[in-house]
């Protein structure tokens, strides 16, 4: 009898603390339910950092004393600070929204004026029609791009890919933006007006993790080739000079500093233009320790790092200008502004063909250029080929339009596709050297369209419209570069030098007008019925 009764109560206190275990897993449950909201909020924090790619323990996450920017160096090598709020790192989640869904800055009106720009009939005059032999790359329709889960990133036909494909996908849908951005190239157009991969184009350079930093080879200044986890590159100029900054007018061009804000903007008034002849450019900020020091393989590179009286970490490579302790580049603590431009494809892939500017400076403390003394000298450039026929010559014009509006006196050569011969755009490439200057213009950027009087009907139409109050440049270009993660990426100075400089290139075509016996010499119609 009484083994039976403490059988009895052992399987009671059993039963009762399964019961006991059962209430408390529904309590719980109910408390989940009832608050939502509290757990959506901690998800979408973590998101948020996710999304701005910033590692556990970097110095983003450390407060907003650690958010100031580099101290940078000006001409004298004396130092003047340019500090940054956490407005910085708090704005990218937003633009990054906006890039990758391709909205732009409405502003008070409710209304985009690039928007209305791009509605344009200016901005949709149809290129040719692209055949096979107009695309810079034939793409193989069979051929994917996938990552191996070994680790080892590699290209992977179809008959090797252990993926299907999506119903209605197709293997260019395997490809990454970079590699899609390339495979867009063709003989008109560095890619199209209405590109829908540009948005998500931008914000891969601004925030794809980096796993390799090497030194790029050649050039005057410091410049990095920045590697990503798909294989995309882009190429990173640092940030030397503050926004405000002027090139002394003491200076000569040829020992001006690069500036990063200066590629950035030249992209996006490229586009303005619609020329379309510059590869996209972000602004990013970098880490100087993880995504440089720590991962370069690049042994001349690393051995220039160093820490600053300061205590933030600086380097300063090897290479022609401005490679010393005297002009380190250094982060605050280790955080630093730059361009990041996506590269073109490898010139063994796609061979470029390097042509000198007839109208290039001397590079000469004292001597003059051959343009700078003869005033018939664009009649001896237009005997000359390739400028004796075809577009070349209101091409190279254009190049001196975008130019002038920044201030780029750097304009030594330009570059084509080797597969297009002479019959395709010229490659705006290398502007670090324009928005140096706001206070004062340089109009012997201007010679080639002041000596020759030809420029195509197009660009003309299109500058009037930019000249008119709907449609200013200085606004545009300032709506364009709000999107950016360094924004404000021009000082509001370089804005309103841009609208002055517009009035002068417009002045000069309308000298030209006034004399010429033939105004359709001067007004180039490169579009017929078409507008």
């Known amino acids: 009898m009484r083994r039976r009764l403490h059988t009895f109560f052992q399987r009671k206190c059993k039963v009762s603390l399964l019961f006991l275990l059962f209430l408390a897993l529904l309590v719980h449950l109910v408390m989940d339910l009832a608050l939502p909201a509290t757990c959506g909020s901690c998800g979408c924090d973590m998101k948020a950092v996710k999304a701005l790619s910033v590692p556990s323990g970097s110095p983003v996450l450390a407060g907003p004393?650690?958010?100031?920017?580099?101290i940078l160096q000006d001409f004298s090598g004396s130092n003047s600070s340019l500090e940054r709020s956490s407005q910085l790192q708090g704005r990218a989640g937003e633009l990054g929204r906006q890039r990758r869904h391709g909205e732009g800055n409405t502003g008070r009106t409710g209304r985009s004026k690039l928007e209305a720009l791009f509605e344009?009939?200016?901005?949709?005059?149809?290129?040719?029609a692209v055949t096979e032999k107009d695309k810079l790359f034939v793409v193989n329709p069979m051929e994917k791009f996938s990552l191996r889960s070994s680790g080892s990133d590699e290209w992977v036909s179809s008959s090797k890919a252990e993926m299907l494909l999506p119903t209605g996908k197709t293997a260019y849908d395997t490809y990454p933006t970079w590699l899609k951005f390339h495979v867009g190239i063709n003989r008109y157009e560095l890619y199209p007006r209405r590109d829908p991969l540009m948005p998500t184009l931008l914000w891969d350079l601004a925030t794809q993790r980096i796993i390799s930093s090497?030194?790029?080879?050649?050039?005057?200044?410091?410049?990095?080739?920045?590697?990503?986890?798909?294989?995309?590159q882009a190429l990173f100029k640092p940030m030397k000079q503050t926004r405000d900054q002027e090139t002394p007018i003491d200076f000569f061009y040829f020992s001006d500093f690069e500036r990063h804000n200066a590629e950035i903007a030249a992209f996006h008034l490229d586009r303005i233009l619609d020329?379309?002849?510059?590869?996209?450019?972000?602004?990013?900020?970098?880490?100087?320790?993880?995504?440089?020091?720590?991962?370069?393989?690049?042994k001349k590179l690393a051995k220039t790092f160093f820490i600053s009286p300061a205590g933030n970490i600086c380097f300063y490579g090897e290479c022609s200008y401005y490679?010393?302790?005297?002009?380190?580049?250094c982060g605050k603590p280790d955080l630093l502004e730059g361009s990041m431009a996506a590269l073109l494809p490898d010139k063994?892939?796609?061979?470029?063909?390097?042509?000198?500017s007839p109208w290039r400076c001397s590079y000469h403390k004292s001597k003059k250029a051959e343009w700078e003394l003869n005033p018939n000298y664009c009649a001896q450039v237009r005997k000359t080929p390739p400028y004796d026929r075809g577009h070349r010559l209101l091409?190279?014009?254009?190049?001196?339009v975008l130019d002038f509006l920044m201030g780029n006196m750097d304009r030594h050569h330009y570059e084509t596709f080797e597969k297009f011969g002479n019959d395709t755009f010229l490659l705006h490439l290398d502007n670090g050297r324009g928005f140096g200057t706001h206070s004062r213009d340089e109009l012997s950027i201007l010679a080639p369209l002041r000596q020759c009087c030809s420029i195509k009907k197009s660009t003309y139409l299109r500058l009037q419209l930019l000249a008119t109050p709907s449609y200013r440049l200085s606004d545009l270009l300032r709506e364009a570069l709000a999107t950016d993660p360094l924004a404000p990426v021009l000082a509001?100075?370089?804005?309103?030098?841009?609208?002055?400089?517009?009035?002068?290139?417009?002045?000069?075509?309308?000298?030209?007008?006034?004399?010429?016996?033939?105004?359709?010499?001067?007004?180039?119609?490169?579009?017929?019925?078409?507008?």
């Not at 490679?323 to 580049?329: D, K, M």
């Not at 091409?395 to 001196?400: A, E, K």
Request: hydrophobic share 40%; glycine share 6%; aromatic share 4%.
């Open 395 to 400: 091409d190279l014009i254009d190049m001196t």
């Open 348 to 356: 063994t892939l796609a061979k470029r063909r390097s042509w000198c």
């Open 323 to 329: 490679c010393s302790t005297e002009h380190a580049l």
């Open 65 to 70: 004393k650690k958010l100031s920017l580099r």
């Open 120 to 128: 344009h009939p200016l901005y949709n005059i149809p290129i040719p």
């Open 492 to 531: 509001e100075s370089h804005l309103r030098a841009l609208d002055r400089r517009l009035g002068k290139v417009l002045a000069a075509v309308g000298r030209c007008l006034a004399g010429a016996a033939h105004p359709d010499k001067v007004l180039v119609d490169d579009v017929g019925s078409r507008v």
């Open 275 to 298: 020329f379309r002849r510059i590869p996209p450019v972000s602004g990013r900020l970098v880490n100087i320790t993880k995504e440089i020091r720590d991962i370069t393989t690049d």
């Open 214 to 232: 090497v030194q790029k080879t050649g050039g005057t200044q410091l410049k990095l080739i920045m590697t990503f986890p798909n294989y995309g």
